[in-house]
T-cell receptor, first 116, second 109 residues
């Protein structure tokens, strides 16, 4: 149980384009989802926390207009990187917390974004 | 602000050795601490979760301890195997989760 999927697993795009990454909880309803970014050989850094049906809460230094997060249902959250630049190339990982779990997090497999 | 540090950053051992990975955190007011494994280019696999009221957790060859007052946790791996090669991350939670940068473990056959 508690499986989280991400799609796509890998994406390459041109600079200036937008990329959408999906995070799905497959066998549970997630009231809260988290988005992390991980640069090579570095730690996971929390970007934002999203609660179903409300606006995401962004960490300091994360541009909310560049990283659009939508959590429209209890099983799906999306992260859209708008006007992507090479410095946005990174590994993006989402996690999901089941309802009533007191924010225990289950992690997705990650999405590797490369911006050319 | 909570800071999580992992030492060493990298470790290489021969197969069969017992080893210890270290994690320290600056704010002892945590809800829990969790150890993860991350294979190259992959997501996270949860290994052990220690609640703030607990001192240790064990799973197979893995044992994790928590000393909240000193802000430290250790992950002990017994009889290491080449399949244990991965990056090991610790994360502490109080509200959100804060991760260390990880220890890259290589177990040589």
């Amino acid at each position: 149980g508690a499986v989280v999927s991400q799609h796509p697993s890998r994406v390459i795009c041109k600079s200036g384009t937008s990329v959408k990454i999906e995070c799905r909880s497959l066998d549970f309803q997630a009231t809260t989802m988290f988005w992390y970014r991980q640069f090579p050989k570095q730690s996971l850094m929390l970007m934002a926390t999203s609660n179903e049906g409300s606006k995401a809460t962004y960490e300091q230094g994360v541009e909310k207009d560049k990283f659009l997060i939508n959590h429209a249902s209890l099983t799906l959250s999306t992260l859209t990187v708008t006007s992507a630049h090479p410095e946005d190339s990174s590994f993006y990982i989402c996690s999901a917390s089941p309802a009533g779990s007191n924010n225990e997090q289950f992690f997705g497999p990650g999405t590797r974004l490369t911006v050319l | 602000k909570q800071e999580v540090t992992q030492i060493p950053a990298a470790l290489s051992v021969p197969e069969g050795e017992n080893l210890v990975l270290n994690c320290s955190f600056t704010d002892s007011a945590i809800y829990n601490l969790q150890w993860f494994r991350q294979d190259p280019g992959k997501g996270l696999t949860s290994l052990l979760l220690i609640q703030s009221s607990q001192r240790e957790q064990t799973s197979g060859r893995l044992n994790a301890s928590l000393d909240k007052s000193s802000g430290r946790s250790t992950l002990y791996i017994a009889a290491s195997q080449p399949g244990d090669s991965a990056t090991y991350l610790c994360a502490v939670r109080l509200g959100d989760m804060r991760f260390g940068a990880g220890t890259r473990l290589t177990v040589k056959p």
